[in-house]
């Protein structure tokens, strides 16, 4: 139960990057020199789809799923910090906190890595 509840709340957060990216998007195509948005909008379009697919491999026992959750977690948590930080840099000129762009893209390496692993994990049999 535990399990379907934060497979729903990522569903619902990938929904949200998306959105976000979506508008992240055409703010960049109307406004000069906005590349940092459009950096930020490929990244969160990106990783929302990314959330999707780990949640559907975990729903169907492809991945290990806690590892696969922990994964799809980093990638929201990662792709808000890195775009988050660019976005507030182009709207407010300063960002979100030191450094917080490139620790967001440390943590999408991760997740990836994560992703990886609970791939090759074997899959507890029922």
Same mark, same amino acid.
């Given at each position: /139960? *535990?399990?379907?509840? @934060? @497979?729903? #709340?990522?569903? &619902?957060?990938?929904? #949200?990057?998306?959105?976000?990216?979506?508008?992240?998007?055409?703010?960049?195509?109307?406004? %000069?020199?906005?590349? *940092? =948005?459009?950096?930020?909008?490929? /990244?969160? @379009?990106?990783?929302s789809?990314?959330?999707l697919?780990?949640?559907?491999?975990?729903?169907? +026992? &492809?991945?290990?799923?806690? &590892? +696969? #959750?922990?994964?799809?977690?980093?990638?929201v948590?990662?792709?808000?910090?890195f775009? +988050?930080?660019?976005?507030?840099?182009?709207?407010? +000129?300063?960002? =979100?906190? %030191?450094?917080?762009? %490139?620790?967001?893209?440390? @943590?999408?390496i &991760?997740?990836?890595?994560a992703?990886?692993?609970?791939?090759?994990? %074997?899959?507890?049999?029922?």
């Amino acid at each position: /139960m *535990r399990q379907a509840r @934060l @497979l729903r #709340i990522l569903v &619902i957060l990938a929904g #949200i990057m998306g959105a976000d990216g979506v508008i992240l998007a055409a703010a960049s195509a109307h406004q %000069p020199d906005a590349s *940092r =948005l459009a950096s930020a909008s490929s /990244m969160l @379009l990106f990783h929302s789809s990314a959330v999707l697919a780990v949640v559907a491999l975990a729903e169907r +026992g &492809i991945i290990h799923a806690r &590892i +696969g #959750i922990a994964a799809a977690s980093g990638f929201v948590i990662a792709t808000a910090l890195f775009a +988050g930080d660019l976005t507030l840099r182009q709207f407010a +000129g300063h960002g =979100l906190f %030191p450094f917080a762009a %490139p620790s967001g893209g440390t @943590l999408l390496i &991760i997740s990836w890595l994560a992703l990886a692993v609970a791939a090759a994990w %074997p899959r507890r049999v029922s």
